[in-house]
């Protein structure tokens, strides 16, 4: 567990899954994201200890970040996403709180690779970088500088090829 100026952060546990279903819920306009995440738990991609919540001081969970395996060409990998918080809570440090604490503890697991399709003002203040530029590729329409990737660890560069994401995402 760590803080974040005024967030505490943590892996998931099962107590906290209705609290995420909630925050996802109402962070998006619709309950795609929020279904994602329940399929995501259930699959073969799901890597305990990296859906991370960030709470108050009162432990309440008020946001999340999710990685999970994707692959790059035949690299493993993780995908970002999603990133939610709760509405009240937005553009206070909770989701950033959340998704350092993912990326911390996917570097201690010895993960390399990231990558996250999120806006493109956002992501680089966690060391996300344009995909393209070391040859990553999705198969969806995106804008170009909305797919982004980082490197855990700067003596594993970025490998190329193209994202191949984890079955409930659909692509």
Not at 46 to 62: D, K, R, Y
Request: net charge negative.
């Amino acid at each position: 567990m760590r803080t974040h100026n005024q967030w505490t952060t943590r892996a998931e546990t099962e107590a906290d899954i209705p609290a995420i279903r909630g925050i996802v819920l109402a962070a998006f306009d619709t309950p795609y994201e929020a279904g994602l995440v329940d399929a995501l738990r259930a699959d073969v991609s799901w890597i305990e200890g990296l859906s991370v919540v960030s709470a108050g001081a009162n432990g309440t969970p008020v946001g999340h970040a999710l990685l999970t395996r994707c692959h790059i060409g035949d690299t493993p990998a993780l995908c970002l996403a999603p990133v939610s918080v709760l509405p009240e809570h937005q553009k206070t440090g909770a989701g950033s709180a959340a998704i350092r604490a993912a990326l911390s503890a996917a570097k201690g697991l010895g993960e390399h690779y990231v990558t996250v399709l999120g806006h493109p003002a956002y992501y680089p203040r966690f060391g996300f970088g344009r995909a393209s530029a070391h040859g990553i590729g999705v198969t969806l329409d995106v804008p170009d500088e909305a797919m982004m990737a980082l490197t855990l660890d700067e003596t594993h560069p970025l490998p190329s090829g193209t994202v191949r994401y984890a079955a409930p995402f659909g692509v």
